[in-house]
T-cell receptor
Framework: KAGVTQTPRYLIKTRGQQVTLSCSPI?????VSWYQQTPGQGLQFLFE???????NKGNFPGRFSGRQFSNSRSEMNVSTLELGDSALYLC?????????????FGPGTRLTVT | AQSVTQPDIHITVSEGASLELRCNYS??????LFWYVQSPGQGLQLLLK??????LVQGIKGFEAEFKRSQSSFNLRKPSVHWSDAAEYFC????????????FGPGTSLSVIP
């Protein structure tokens, strides 16, 4: 079974621009979660989608948004980029429901904002 | 509120030595427990998980962890560390709600001296 894939792997953007990151979960997985990882803040939860609905959301500004498609693929969008948005963005998929959260992670997208 | 602590920010061990990484959690019921490993620039890989039953669980790469309810701990161990084990290790708690909710600890960075 193919793992979680994320595209692109690396991205350089300028402050004020917007960016869209993509995540394809493991086949059969219906839940997709997004995390931001930085050296200073560690791993921070952004949001989780299940069957095209956002079920859970972390404490991030509205500039961070996401969506999930009917095939469970998910996109994350960040508008009006700030220097502090430079981070590794990780996507994780799971079966969903009440499985207790066994998640499988993609390799991440490294976003650099200049 | 649920939380996960990993008391050791960074640990250095010699190759061939034994390893124990500590994890404590705060949760009112018996949680699902996970250990993940992250190599530099990569996503997180699931090492092992505890859902119920035997409190000593075996994982990949020769790792094991023991759930101790009385101490609210889930420490990760390996009898003999290899240089390739150098990485960041995250303990996580899966909270049983109507949806998947996973709380990650801050991580422990492991260095291995040849």
């Amino acid at each position: 079974k193919a793992g979680v894939t994320q595209t692109p792997r690396y991205l350089i953007k300028t402050r004020g621009q917007q960016v869209t990151l993509s995540c394809s979960p493991i086949s059969g997985h219906r839940s997709v979660s997004w995390y931001q990882q930085t050296p200073g803040q560690g791993l921070q939860f952004l949001f989780e989608y299940f069957s095209e609905t956002q079920r859970n959301k972390g404490n991030f500004p509205g500039r961070f948004s996401g969506r999930q498609f009917s095939n469970s693929r998910s996109e994350m969008n960040v508008s009006t980029l700030e220097l502090g948005d430079s981070a590794l963005y990780l996507c994780a998929s799971s079966l969903g429901g009440t499985t207790g959260g066994e998640q499988y992670f993609g390799p991440g997208t490294r976003l650099t904002v200049t | 509120a649920q939380s996960v602590t990993q008391p050791d920010i960074h640990i250095t061990v010699s190759e061939g030595a034994s390893l124990e990484l500590r994890c404590n959690y705060s949760y009112g019921a018996t949680p699902y427990l996970f250990w993940y490993v992250q190599s530099p620039g990569q996503g997180l890989q699931l090492l092992l998980k505890y859902f119920s039953g035997d409190t000593l669980v075996q994982g990949i790469k020769g790792f094991e962890a023991e759930f101790k309810r009385s101490q609210s701990s889930f420490n990760l161990r390996k009898p003999s560390v290899h240089w390739s084990d150098a990485a960041e290790y995250f303990c996580a708690v899966g909270v049983k709600t109507s949806y998947d909710k996973v709380i990650f600890g801050p991580g422990t960075s492991l260095s291995v001296i040849p």
